[in-house]
């Protein structure tokens, strides 16, 4: 096993923590540092190498296995800057290190067993998160979605412990209650997979933020809209209708919830190829929001939604003429606050997973869908054998979820899209 290390903080502060973790950690730092401090104790030392002093940086060790990766693992922390880091790192590579690939301090630590593969995305959803929303979602699942997860195992475990018995005995030994109880059992496990499966787009969209549209005929203020809400001039504003003509977006923290807003081309007929171009996008787009704000000038027509999207209709430029319903004017700012509330409260509701363990990505999806597709498949056949075969697969997907068996691509995958130093 190779001794790896990377920066695990960010560019610009005044400390650049560096970790080392893998069997030649403490050799390498030792001849960096000159001596080991006691283990878990933060202690200063002068690093050097071959007589070039490198930096006085303070040097923690962490013996395995009690380390984040499991390894025998150091942290430095050095002066923050390019040239110390560039000059430490080279030092290290000549004593026998090497840069550490993206996720591959959290690779080692999954390997190691010091946590699963739902942990271990739910701490790189932490490391990533923007807004409060998806900070909360993150830890959460830190621990719950985990620990849900051993639970769906155990429960499993006993249902197939049931299963064997009902394969081992001969039918007229049993008694009745212990099929019955094994198909209920199989029903409660499908069932609670079923209401992991229904939060899931919520936790999904709360991760990767959500896309709310702005659609409305050319001149309806739409522009003027989107600039209030960012709080700044993202879009071009002029009185000339069909100014934009391609969608234009900002990314905003409603109440918590990462939310893309973007401005469209005004829709309208046209002969104007570019701004026809403009109008079939923005209908494109409208199709794959997850919320929609129809806007129209006062006296003009709303826009029609695409069936299927929520939406709030609103009426713009108030301030000229009191809105009949909901109306805002985002020149004088009547309104906007009101707006503000109503679209965080639409974005909460879309991202709500009502407390249960949210899944947020794809492959966890994909494992606990195959898990119910198993559940369900084992309550509609008759045969024992069959129904133990289901019952395995169910397993076996359970146990894709939490990364115990991994086949490697999954696992390059997953730890693939960290960044260094995680
Ligand atoms: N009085 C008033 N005028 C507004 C308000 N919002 C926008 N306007 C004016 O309406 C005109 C059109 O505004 P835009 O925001 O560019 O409208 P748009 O819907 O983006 O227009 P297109 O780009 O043509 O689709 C501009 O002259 C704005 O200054 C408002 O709240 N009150």
Redesign the pocket.
């Known amino acids: 096993m190779s001794t790896i290390f990377a920066p695990i903080t960010g560019r610009g502060g005044a400390v650049t923590v560096l970790r080392l973790s893998g069997p030649g950690t403490f050799g390498i730092v030792q001849a960096l540092a000159g001596s080991l401090p006691a283990p878990r104790r933060a202690s200063l030392r002068p690093l050097g190498h071959e007589g070039r002093r490198l930096d006085e940086a303070l040097l923690v060790t962490f013996p395995a296995p009690h380390s984040f990766t499991g390894e025998d693992v150091a942290e430095i922390s050095l002066h923050g800057g390019r040239a110390v880091l560039a000059a430490v790192s080279e030092v290290l590579a000549t004593l026998g290190a090497r840069p550490a690939e993206p996720g591959e301090f959290s690779r080692r630590a999954h390997q190691n067993g010091k946590m699963d593969l739902l942990q271990a995305e739910a701490m790189a959803d932490l490391i990533a998160a923007e807004t409060e929303a998806q900070r909360a979602m993150a830890l959460e699942s830190m621990t719950g979605l985990s620990a849900a997860c051993l639970i769906w195992r155990e429960e499993l475990r006993q249902i197939m412990a049931r299963q064997e018995a009902l394969i081992d005995f001969p039918d007229e030994d049993l008694p009745p209650e212990v099929e019955a109880a094994l198909l209920a059992g199989i029903i409660a496990l499908r069932d609670e997979m079923r209401a992991a499966l229904s939060a899931a787009p919520a936790a999904e969209r709360l991760r990767e933020g959500l896309e709310f549209v702005i659609l ?12 209030a809400l960012a709080g700044e001039e993202i ?11 391609d969608a234009v977006g900002v990314r905003v923290d409603l109440g918590g919830v990462p939310v893309h807003i973007t ?4 829709l309208r007929e046209t002969e104007d190829v570019i701004e026809a171009e403009g109008v079939k996008r923005a209908k494109a787009r409208a199709a794959r929001a997850d919320f929609l704000l129809l ?1 129209a ?1 006062p006296g003009e027509a709303f826009p029609e939604a695409p069936k299927g999207i929520p939406c709030l209709r609103l009426r ?5 003429t009191p809105a009949e319903g909901f109306g ?5 700012g ?1 309104g906007m606050a009101e707006l503000r509330a109503k679209l965080a409260e639409a974005a909460a509701e879309l991202t709500d997973t009502k407390g249960a363990a949210a899944l947020a990505r794809p492959r966890q999806i994909a494992c606990v869908r195959d898990t119910e597709a198993a559940l369900d498949a084992a309550l509609h056949v008759e045969d024992p054998e069959l129904r133990g075969e289901e019952l395995r697969s169910a397993s076996q997907a359970l146990a894709r979820l939490v990364g115990i068996i991994g086949v490697e691509e999954i696992l390059d995958a997953v730890f693939s899209g960290f960044c260094i130093g995680k």
């Open positions: 409305g005929a050319p001149n309806a203020g739409k522009s003027t809209l989107l600039n879009a071009i504003v002029s009185d000339i209708p069909g100014t934009t003509r401005d469209t081309a005004g806007v000038a713009t430029k108030a301030d000229l805002v004017s985002a020149r004088t009547l």
